[in-house]
């Protein structure tokens, strides 16, 4: 008598949802693998940027005696504040304020006026003439500063502004509007509709509702326009070059373009100069990180 073996039944072919979870499992550990590629190059771009700063730093710490006889990387022997000293006591700080002056005065109004006009423009409607205002805003934006600079002579000229810190606050609102106006009309457009109805049916008016609500809102990316345009204001050297004659009216790139030609073999005081000349840029950074990096996230995300 001869007994039969009863063979397991062949598995049921797959379906096609059946096999759905394992490209999710796949997903799932790609995901938690490390990307090795991208931390190096991570590092080597940390290494690229630090450098030269690490390099600036310590050069302007070395005797300009000691700097051509030493190893450009290595830490000086003997620090000395004497460059700082040569810097600060060659205008620096006459220099330094003006920058403040222009940097503050440009910005302040400039953000100002910007969100006042982003509010006007997206709770105004869909009249004309607001329409036209965005669209000379949007235009704005095409015309870069070399392709006006010599119309912004010849109006500061007969403005008899020439030579003046007003003659390099003016232009620099100007230019800083329209970029300022979109971003912050983005922001405000994105508040629910909602906020601004309750706000009404509660008596706020226009005003009110602008400053009460709007402002607090979009403080974000107020900071973030804010500490944009103060670099860019900061750092800017046409405008100096072509409408400021007189030395004491010097701004920092401007002053460090002189002093780096009056200064060409002392490298280490002209590097001096570049440290001093970043430390406000660095300061500024440091105390709107926060919000600038709220803002960017937010406009990123939206």
Do not use: C
């Not at 040569?86 to 006459?94: T, W």
Request: net charge positive; glycine share 6%.
């Amino acid at each position: 008598m001869s007994t039969s073996t009863q063979l397991p039944a062949p598995a049921a072919t797959a379906g096609p949802g059946a096999g759905r979870p394992a490209p999710t499992r796949r997903r799932a550990v790609s995901a938690e693998r490390p990307n090795y590629l991208a931390g190096v190059a991570g590092w080597i771009w940390l290494a690229i940027i630090i450098v030269p700063v690490y390099w600036i730093v310590i050069t302007s710490f070395k005797a300009q005696s000691s700097y051509f006889r030493t190893n450009p990387m290595a830490p000086p022997a003997e620090p000395t504040l004497a460059n700082y000293r040569l810097v600060i006591e060659s205008g620096f700080l006459r220099y330094f304020l003006n920058s403040v002056i222009i940097t503050v005065g440009t910005t302040v109004p400039a953000v100002l006026v910007s969100f006042m006009a982003a509010f006007a423009i997206v709770r105004g409607g869909q009249g004309r003439f607001l329409r036209v205002v965005n669209g000379v805003f949007l235009m704005g934006l095409a015309i870069p500063l070399q392709a006006t600079i010599i119309p912004v002579y010849l109006i500061i000229i007969r403005l008899h502004l020439y030579d003046s810190l007003l003659a390099l606050i003016l232009p620099s609102i100007a230019f800083a509007i329209p970029l300022t106006v979109l971003i912050l009309g983005n922001f405000i457009r994105d508040v629910p509709k909602e906020l601004f109805e309750s706000m009404r049916l509660d008596g706020a008016t226009e005003w009110g509702t602008m400053w009460r609500l709007a402002f607090p809102l979009t403080r974000p990316a107020l900071v973030t326009v804010s500490i944009y345009q103060a670099l860019t204001v900061w750092n800017a050297f046409l405008l100096p070059l072509v409408l400021t004659q007189s030395p004491e009216l010097r701004v920092l790139p401007l002053a460090l373009w002189t002093f780096q030609g009056q200064y060409t073999i002392n490298i280490p005081a002209v590097l001096a100069s570049v440290v001093l000349t970043t430390l406000p840029i660095l300061a500024l950074y440091i105390i709107g990180r926060r919000q600038l990096l709220s803002g960017l996230a937010a406009g990123f995300t939206k």
